[in-house]
């Protein structure tokens, strides 16, 4: 059973930078996709970048330019570098990973989130009842 843990969320102001990185228990050999995900309040979970073994990296179209997913293989630890970031990007951002049974589907593990909240003065709230 793997356990991914993330660290280093935050509140950040907007056009700012932020990282997350993501300790894995397992073997990086062992694991098909690992990437990061994110929930917004209210929307659904959303990739944000992954690699895939032997498809390569993907990033959703929204922060393609400003994230950039990394990950240390001796480390046994992934990271996202935020920057640019905006109030749109504030989210509970999750680190994934996934291994393939051989004929029985996959097995996913899941980080227990982190917030990232990117807002300064003149962003715009909204409440709503």
């Known amino acids: 059973q793997a356990q991914l843990v993330e660290s280093g969320g935050g509140l950040v102001q907007p056009g700012g930078s932020l990282g997350l990185s993501c300790a894995v228990s397992?073997?990086?050999?062992?694991?098909?996709?690992m990437g990061w995900y994110r929930q917004a309040p209210g929307k659904q979970r959303e990739l944000v970048a992954a690699?895939?073994?032997?498809?390569?990296?993907h990033y959703a179209d929204s922060v393609k330019g400003r994230f950039t997913i990394s990950k240390d293989n001796a480390k046994n630890r992934m990271y996202l570098q935020m920057n640019m970031l905006n109030p749109e990007d504030t989210a509970v951002y999750y680190c994934y990973a996934d291994q393939l049974l051989a004929g029985r589907g996959r097995k996913e593990y899941w980080g227990q989130g982190i917030q990232v909240t990117v807002w300064g003065q003149g962003t715009q709230v909204t409440v709503s009842s």
């Open positions: 397992i073997s990086f050999h062992s694991i098909n996709t």
């Open positions: 690699f895939t073994f032997g498809a390569g990296t």
